[in-house]
């Protein structure tokens, strides 16, 4: 399968802005525009089984121009790229406070606003200055009330930072190389033609930075949650920076460990690999997307929750 056949097998996923719309409300207005809910014409839609508020439309529809799309109701999203704030299960309370610490162009920042629904406060980190323009706009169109946008480097915050000192939640959804993208509509990519290159070393770079960035969220003093995901299919990038991260003094003396099973989409057969974890048994905890297959581009989740020292001292 070439890329382009690829891409036109993934659906045109949507996930409603629910700070904006109801669900139901949006399937009316679909329906009055002439779809009909199920999934196989053009013509057609569905909802997602996985992910609630969002919708699959046929690959060729576009909603550039739709003005649902343009009032910030309808955010285009893929599937995949839906599942971190899911994982991450943000507070609904006006006392969270949440970090999304690579943010632009914003997709997920407004998706962990949206499930906040506008409470509390998220912290949303761009260190690049064009990218974060992006964010804004988005934020701005999404009608996202809860977020604070930080155009900084998330390496450069101080942990230790009263302004940090409740934040119990944190987005991690670093730079990749991006090799699991193929409906590239969906995602702004940092740089084109590096994705292009997969040479080793690269991919090598990318994994210490990722690392660095897990191992800097866990410094967080109130953090009991991180997800971390990459739309990145290599394992280097993906088990071997969570197997790493997992041996690091950051997670030994902060007592993090990977969230269970049952809390990381399960209802999501496709796990992470087996061999290439210290553990085999922690592959359960992990998602891994496969682009051709999952009807999605690859994708990789995990997430890390910090346990008592007892919790810890027992496993
Ligand atoms: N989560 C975003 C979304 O769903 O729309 C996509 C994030 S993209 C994969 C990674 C972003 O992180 C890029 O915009 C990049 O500029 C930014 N970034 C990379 N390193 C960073 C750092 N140290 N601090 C803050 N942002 C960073």
Redesign the pocket.
């Known amino acids: 399968q070439t890329a382009d056949q690829r891409a036109a097998l993934i659906p045109r996923y949507i996930r409603i802005n629910t700070l904006l719309w109801e669900i139901e409300e949006a399937m009316q207005y679909f329906a009055s525009k002439g779809f009909v809910l199920k999934e196989t014409s053009k013509k057609e839609f569905a909802k997602d089984e996985h992910i609630p508020a969002l919708l699959l439309f046929h690959p060729d529809v576009s909603f550039q121009d739709d003005d649902a799309y343009k009032a910030g109701k309808v955010i285009l999203?893929d599937k995949a790229?839906c599942f971190?704030a899911v994982v991450l299960d943000p507070p609904v309370s006006s006392n969270g406070s949440v970090i999304?610490?690579?943010?632009?162009?914003?997709?997920?920042?407004s998706h962990l606003s949206a499930l906040m629904s506008n409470t509390g406060t998220l912290f949303a980190?761009?260190?690049?200055r064009k990218?974060f323009s992006t964010l804004e706009m988005m934020l701005s169109r999404a009608k996202c009330k809860n977020v604070v946008p930080v155009n900084?480097?998330?390496?450069?915050v101080d942990p230790m930072d009263l302004k940090y000192s409740q934040v119990t939640h944190i987005?991690l959804?670093?730079?990749?190389s991006g090799s699991g993208i193929v409906n590239r509509l969906d995602?702004?990519i940092?740089n084109e033609q590096d994705a292009q290159v997969e040479q080793e070393e690269r991919l090598q770079k990318l994994a210490s930075?990722q690392l660095m960035?897990i191992k800097h969220a866990m410094k967080f003093p109130a953090v009991q949650r991180i997800a971390y995901s990459?739309?990145s299919v290599h394992a280097i990038e993906d088990e071997h920076v969570v197997r790493a991260a997992l041996k690091s003094d950051e997670a030994l003396s902060g007592h993090f460990k990977l969230a269970p099973e049952n809390e990381v989409l399960p209802q999501w057969k496709r796990r992470g690999f087996p061999s290439e974890m210290d553990d085999p048994r922690h592959a359960a905890s992990l998602v891994r997307c496969l682009p051709g297959e999952d009807a999605t581009n690859g994708f990789f989740v995990s997430c890390f929750i910090r346990c008592s020292e007892q919790e810890d001292s027992e496993t």
């Open positions: 999203q790229s971190p999304d610490a690579t943010s632009a162009p914003g997709n997920k920042t980190f761009e260190r690049d990218r900084d480097d998330f390496l450069k987005l959804d670093p730079s990749c995602y702004l940092e930075f960035m990459t739309c």
